[in-house]
């Protein structure tokens, strides 16, 4: 008899116990839900980061972008990571997918150290006996130029802060000993990864295949149809000036990258750059007459060879830029890629100009050129990025032969050269 009333307590204890345990899995099971729909779909969460890219130029107000790579990490480790980003966000926070393997996490108003300890509490979500998840800070606006000389000790600087950040948020969560220290070294070798600080080629607007298979195809058949015009050019050109046949200089491109720029020689070896850099200065830098037309070079400098005045006007110096068409560097349409020192002088806003692939000719060269200002080239170029689609280009296309004639019968001989700079081998 006391036995019977001995297992009914026990069982009437039971029910409770097992409900508590089902209440506990309800909440667990909860807060992964809760988890997954506050992280945004790549769509949504890319439009979020533009957006505050805009809010960014305007404002000045920095924000940093926080990278945390998944691959590799366990499913259980994945989801506590998520949850945790979901507990760090702020109202004007966000976070949502990069790609299937990469979750972002954009924190308005904060410099790239408040972003590195952020990280670094986060990773603490991630047990201590599995390895750590690739993790980047992408600050805006960024402290690595793309043209800067001292890139690398900038970049040195900013993983020593990073990887002390990182080891301080780490071991306060009780992670010592050779796992810890092994964790932290992957960490600290994610942070100083290749493009680790710089947003741009995050921003970058990914090609469409269509675009790229007519640049494929179109510099192919134009260097094929066009040897012969190659060839010519090549010849008069050691016949009229010593000195290479190609000019070759530094160009900023796709996600603010560089690349070696080709052009056929127009000038004299050796010529001068240095009034080129002092008009870019005075045009961005908010000089009274930064609306005037982008007119620089005259056609009657010196430094041109006469054959190299009909290249230009022909536009046949542009042709080698084939090569970097079917290379991936350029486009056949695109915004014209910067030079480095012209970079350096860009506001915020300019370097919207990166988020598409340069090209040979463009909507600011059919749309009146060096009638327009410097900031109505960068708009058109923006929008342009923005609305990139398979008839633009081809009206672009099918207007740049008219462009090149109304420019030779219609511009004065002075009116020449816009953003090219001097193409001499200094």
Known sequence: MQR???SSALIGLQIPVEQ???????GQRANKMEAIERIQSKEVFYKALEKERSRTDRGGFPFALIIFGLKGIKRKSREKLQQKVCARIRLTDEA???DRDSIGFLLYNSDEKIAWKI???ILKAVPGNEPIPDCRVYPYPSKIDTSSSNGDEDKEESCGIEGKILLQNLEAAGESGSEGARRQTAGLEAACSEDNGDIK??????????????DIFGSISALIILSPVF???ALLIKIVSPGPVLFKQQRIGYGGKKFEFLKFRTMRVGADTTDHQKYWVELVNGNKDQDRPMIKLDDRNSQIFPFGRIMRKLCLDELPQLINVLRGEMSLVGARPPIPYEVQQYLMWHNSRFDSVPGMTGLWQVSGKNRLSFKEMVRLDIRYSR????FEDLKIMAKT????FFEMIGNDPKEKVYSEGADSHV
Do not use: D, H, M, Q
């Open 20 to 26: 508590c345990i089902t209440k506990r899995e309800r």
């Open 401 to 404: 032969p008219f462009a090149i």
């Open 96 to 98: 949502g997918w990069i």
């Open 231 to 233: 060839l010519i050019v």
């Open 4 to 6: 019977k009333v001995l």
């Open 201 to 214: 080629p995050i921003l970058a607007r990914k090609t469409p295949l269509w675009k790229r298979t007519i």
């Open 119 to 121: 990280a670094g509490e």
């Open 387 to 390: 609305n990139v689609s398979f």
